[in-house]
């Protein structure tokens, strides 16, 4: 059964960017941090960001965060999606209007202009053709950023919950939006690391 998964990287005190995100600087000053485990030698922060890109059959992120991977400084064929795993599953932005060009030419890119369900559908039923085509259980991983993860918790989208959790205080930045979100959580896996404390939650509808 294809999952919908909410995977993001998070401070102590609830950042998914440092102070000041753009394009040119997508986590913000200091949010680099955020990301340490992922390129991390640690085995099992190695295992982690395998494992995850691996059960990816298709993602969701919204169009600030594909502007910036799909940007001069974003992905390229070393550091992408799973960084240094550089996966290549179907992915789907949520946008109000579709860019007029792609950089990162060679990903499977789809822009839903009808809103975040929709969009959630579209990469569902894209996870489930590969999942038939490879013989293995994939899932879609909502990768971000901050207001799409949220979003997609307040919508009741999401069956799981993975949280990075960096040992860093950002002070400021851009905040895993939850205001006026009440859900349970099943608490799955606990792995720390050097780096990171990966957390994973089952979500009780």
């Known amino acids: 059964m294809t999952r919908i998964i909410a995977d993001i990287s998070v401070s102590l005190d609830g950042f998914v960017t440092g102070p000041d995100p753009g394009i040119d600087n997508g ?10 485990w992922a390129f991390s030698g640690d085995p099992d922060d190695r295992r982690v960001l395998r494992e995850g890109t691996a059960r990816s059959g298709a993602v969701v992120l ?23 795993e550089v996966g290549k599953p179907a992915f789907v ?25 929709d969009a ?14 490879s013989g293995k ?39 895993l939006p939850t205001a006026g979100v009440r859900r349970t959580l099943v608490q799955r896996s606990v792995v720390p690391t050097s780096t990171a404390t990966h957390l994973t939650y089952d979500i009780s509808r």
């Open 27 to 36: 986590l913000g000053t200091g949010g680099d941090a955020l990301h340490t």
């Open 62 to 84: 919204g169009r600030r965060l594909f502007d910036i991977v799909d940007g001069p400084h974003g992905w390229d064929d070393t550091t992408g999606y799973g960084a240094r």
């Open 93 to 117: 932005v949520v946008t109000s209007t579709p860019p007029e060009s792609v950089r990162t030419r060679g990903l499977d890119w789809t822009f839903v202009t009808t809103g975040l369900p």
């Open 120 to 133: 959630v559908a579209a990469a569902r039923e894209r996870a489930e053709a590969a999942s038939s085509d």
């Open 137 to 175: 259980e994939l899932d879609v991983v909502i990768m971000g950023g901050g207001a799409t993860v949220g979003s997609a918790l307040a919508a009741g989208l999401v069956d799981a919950l993975t949280l990075h959790l960096a040992p860093v205080v950002l002070g400021a930045g851009t905040p």
